[in-house]
Nanobody, 123 residues
């Protein structure tokens, strides 16, 4: 079993920055595919960014150029650096991991989930 623990959420003004962290523990594999999803009130959960294998990444269009996903394999930690934040980025952000290093874009393909961390961007 793998446990994921997110941190780094909070309240920030529009245009500001936050860095989310997700630490994995338990029976982790080498270079698992990992991703950040988010869910705003009344909306479906959506993929924000994903990373898999050595350096493959994916970003949803609305965050390209503003968010960066990265990982520190020695620490079993994945990060989401968010800059130029907008009110529409407000959501609960979830870290997710797969049992494999192969990438995936659907939440259904992720095996482990964190509890989520709230990000609120004020206008």
């Amino acid at each position: 079993q793998v446990q994921l623990a997110e941190s780094g959420g909070g309240l920030v003004q529009a245009g500001g920055s936050l860095r989310l962290s997700c630490a994995a523990s338990g029976r982790t594999i080498s270079n698992p595919a990992m991703a950040w999803f988010r869910q705003a009130p009344g909306k479906e959960r959506e993929l924000v960014a994903a990373t898999w294998s050595i350096d493959n990444t994916y970003y949803r269009n609305s965050v390209k150029g503003r968010f960066t996903i990265s990982r520190d394999n020695a620490k079993n930690t994945v990060y989401l650096q968010m800059t130029s934040l907008k009110p529409e980025d407000t959501a609960v952000y979830y870290c997710a991991a797969r049992k494999t290093s192969l990438g995936a874009l659907s939440s259904n393909d992720y095996d482990y989930w964190g509890q989520g961390t709230q990000v609120t961007v004020s206008s």
